[in-house]
């Protein structure tokens, strides 16, 4: 499975971006879907995921109510949509995707920054 993020760009705070992951290979969309970030000299921090089927979605205290977690089985792509963005948003955005019965994330894409200025 390959996982390719995107839509990571420069905003100002206050503003709101959208990322995409889109999967191919083997996909599945039995997998549960991640997104995680890290930001310059910090370890990589979970942000928010969804279940197979969308039904239950998951977030960190930091971004509830401002993130929307979502995807598109027919497209094999998931989303995050970012409002309200904050400078300390700011970080390197991954997805990545758990098989069924893992206890760990088992793919992982390559990133896409987020730079939200003051």
């Known amino acids: 499975v390959q996982l390719q993020a995107s839509g990571g760009g420069l905003v100002q705070a206050g503003g709101s971006l959208r990322l995409s992951c889109a999967a191919s290979?083997?996909?599945?969309?039995?997998?549960?879907m991640g997104w995680f970030r890290q930001a310059p000299g910090k370890e990589r921090d979970f942000v928010a995921s969804i279940t197979s089927n969308g039904g239950s979605t998951y977030y960190a205290d930091s971004v509830k109510g401002r993130f929307t977690i979502s995807r598109d089985n027919a497209k094999s792509t998931v989303y995050l949509q970012m409002n309200s963005l904050k400078p300390e948003d700011t970080a390197v955005y991954y997805c990545?995707?758990?098989?069924?019965?893992?206890?760990?994330?088992?793919?992982w894409g390559q990133g896409t920054l987020v730079t939200v200025s003051s």
């Open positions: 990545a995707a758990r098989r069924p019965m893992s206890n760990e994330f088992n793919y």
């Open positions: 290979g083997r996909t599945n969309n039995n997998y549960f």
